[in-house]
């Protein structure tokens, strides 16, 4: 009986804390969006064939090489206000001038989609290219957390698109979910809530993606150092979206990756995640304050059940005349 009303009243303290976290988040998370706010803008178009000597995109005939950019804002270039700066067309140049050969870029993103958008993209980009693509570019994650989508059938939407492209012999690169911890106006703990969800997210996309035969790029590992040092730089004015340093950076760890999987990469070795930098979050101002709010947090709900076992426990030792004395939470 007194086992019994022991579990009965940590659960009820747990339940009153995990209650009292939640709704913590959920004001944090309507606070984030209010600050952030909708997207405002479209990124500009600059689809069209671009040539290894350079100049604008051209539109009058077909390139040698077809690149489709497929997913969320991120790989559309929202925050871009210059067509130069898009990835698509980053990833384009970079294409021609590594092969010598002329990139047809082809972009069918979509601001704010998930991953159940990217069976839609893909088919939208079959039909208007009336064949397969040589190489796809995916980006896609972010939208999944924010939109607190489960990250299994996330990653395995994404696997499932990889595969249906590999099956038609297109190369597909997928720079997996960004750290969304790195993002500022997201407040604690809710900050930390969502880097976890959003890291968790990238390495199950990871693995759906090898599996399916696509080459995944771990944006988190290889770029939350400089945009964790660096945000004023790296994030555009919403500080939700990469500026145009934020996307260069991302196209240079992309780019080694699409054409070393088109066999034509001539550059040095290709970047190896893990490569997260201690000391790059050792230098976030409020790393010592998340630390303590992410210990608090899990252990609030622990502590509640603990002295209730203790308290409870007391009064059947009195009972038994074992003279235990009363406890508190700050015994």
Excluded at 38 to 55: I, L, W
Excluded at 214 to 223: M, S, Y
Excluded at 285 to 309: D, E, S
Aim: aromatic share 4%.
């Amino acid at each position: 009986m007194v086992r019994t009303r022991q579990l009965s009243i940590a659960a009820a303290l747990g339940a009153s804390s995990a209650g009292t976290a939640y709704g913590l988040l959920v004001e944090q998370s309507k606070r984030a969006r209010k600050v952030i706010g909708p997207p405002t803008e479209h990124p500009p178009r600059a689809d069209g064939v671009y040539r290894p000597q350079g100049g604008p995109p051209v539109r009058a005939f077909r390139g040698e090489l077809s690149l489709a950019i497929i997913g969320d804002s991120t790989a559309a270039g929202l925050g871009c206000t210059d067509p130069e700066e898009l990835p698509g067309v980053l990833l384009a140049r970079g294409l021609a001038e590594e092969t010598g050969r002329s990139v047809e870029l082809h972009t069918y993103a979509v601001v704010g989609a998930t991953s159940k958008t990217l069976d839609a993209q893909i088919s939208g980009a079959l039909l208007s290219e009336g064949q397969a693509p040589d190489a796809a570019v995916i980006l896609i994650g972010a939208n999944d957390v924010t939109a607190k989508l489960p990250i299994s059938g996330s990653a395995q939407r994404l696997g499932a698109a990889v595969a249906r492209l590999r099956q038609l012999d297109t190369v597909v690169i997928v720079g997996t979910c960004p750290d969304l911890g790195a993002i500022r106006p997201i407040p604690q703990p809710l900050r930390s809530v969502v880097r976890s969800w959003s890291l968790r997210l990238a390495r199950a996309q990871r693995e759906q993606v090898r599996a399916a035969g696509g080459h995944p790029v771990a944006l988190a590992d290889l770029l939350s150092p400089e945009f964790l040092t660096r945000p004023e730089l790296l994030f555009a004015t919403d500080q939700f979206h990469p500026s145009a340093a934020g996307y260069k950076a991302a196209s240079s760890v992309l780019l080694p990756a699409l054409c070393s999987e088109l066999g034509v990469w001539g550059g040095g070795p290709l970047a190896v995640p893990p490569t997260r930098s201690a000391t790059a979050e050792a230098r976030r101002p409020t790393a010592r304050v998340t630390a303590a709010l992410n210990r608090g947090l899990n252990q609030r709900a622990l502590a509640g059940r603990r002295w209730a076992v203790r308290l409870l426990r007391s009064a059947d030792a009195r009972r038994r005349g074992g003279g235990a004395h009363n406890e508190g939470p700050g015994d």
